[in-house]
């Protein structure tokens, strides 16, 4: 049982580089999170979705775009990468249902860029 | 401004004593609130949660309390283990949730 993948691990960009993010999950999630997690900042939401081709925005959206073309992807984009972007990104997801459902993460894609 | 505050950034304990883990939040709307563990290279996973209308919940050796009045909660760990070692981020929030810094627990055999 996988739960929510992310795609890749690991990557070293150079500033204005773009890059997308895949996150995948097969639970039949609805809704599905895009958070980075900064030192001393704990998780902010970037993006959201709740449910296949629509999103919106979270508490720090700047700089990224996001698409939620089939139910079970959410991709995150960077069109041109700078320094501040430079984050551990966490994908999640969670049932449409109760509020309080719990989202289920990802491992985390760690980003660096020059 | 952040809407919810861990301020202890860490916390060591002795294994079977009580970890008690805190944090405050600032809108009095929130009505849901939740406790994630996260280890190393390993994202969040969900380990309890409260909604507004109690002010206790338990589930095993983890209990969550909640203090509307004082825009509190706090975790409780009874008795502490060497593998609860890790990072707790609480969440708040009603529609949109928002986590709160992290607290490093270390759990000393």
């Known amino acids: 049982n996988a739960g929510v993948t992310q795609t890749p691990k690991f990557r070293v960009l150079k500033t204005g580089q773009s890059m997308t993010l895949l996150c995948a999950q097969d639970m039949n999630h609805e809704y599905m999170y895009w958070y980075r997690q900064d030192p001393g900042m704990g998780l902010r939401l970037i993006h959201y979705?709740?449910?296949?081709?629509?999103?919106a925005k979270g508490e720090v959206p700047d700089g990224y775009n996001v698409s939620r073309l089939k139910k079970q992807n959410f991709l995150l984009g960077l069109e041109s990468a700078a320094p501040s972007q430079t984050s551990v990104y966490f994908c999640a997801s969670r049932f449409r249902g109760l509020r309080n459902q719990p989202q289920h993460f990802g491992d985390g894609t760690r980003l660096s860029i020059l | 401004d952040q809407q919810v505050k861990q301020n202890s950034p860490s916390l060591s304990v002795q294994e079977g004593r009580i970890s008690i883990l805190n944090c405050d939040y600032t809108?009095?709307?929130?009505?849901?609130f939740l406790w994630y563990k996260k280890y190393p290279a390993e994202g969040p996973t969900f380990l309890i949660s409260i909604s507004s209308i109690k002010d206790k919940n338990e589930d095993g050796r983890f209990t969550v309390f909640l203090n509307k009045s004082a825009k509190h909660l706090s975790l409780h760990i009874v008795p502490s283990q060497p593998g609860d070692s890790a990072v707790y981020f609480c969440a708040a929030g009603s529609n949109q949730f928002y986590f709160g810094t992290g607290t490093s627990l270390t759990v000393i055999p």
């Open positions: 809108n009095s709307m929130f009505d849901y």
């Open positions: 979705s709740v449910g296949e081709g629509t999103t």
